[in-house]
């Protein structure tokens, strides 16, 4: 199978590319080039001992791992929460927007 000069052009067309003319015979003799690769490929024998020895795969170890590190209770990353959440210290540079949000919960400061 080959590809001619108007294959080239008709499937450049589909996908909306343009084309220019001093580049389609280098196009197509690439195409042609990867279409005798692909060829000879199909036409190479594969010895039947090397096919038997890629089914077996390669060996796994053993899924015997340590335990995490940190595998324990979230309360003791961040001892202070409310609801499910961390509560952490507002930010010096933060103040004033915090005040602000502290009146409206009726906590005073946190």
Known sequence: MSVTNEDVLHVAQLARLAIDDT???????ELNG??????????????????????????LRADDAPPVALRRARELFAPATR????????LATHGDAGASASASDGEGDA
């Open 23 to 29: 580049r389609l015979p280098g196009l197509v003799a």
């Open 34 to 59: 990867i279409l005798q690769h692909i060829d000879a490929l199909q036409q190479a024998t594969m010895p039947a001992d090397l096919s038997a020895r890629t089914v077996a795969g390669m060996p």
């Open 83 to 90: 609801d499910g959440f961390f509560l952490v210290p507002r």
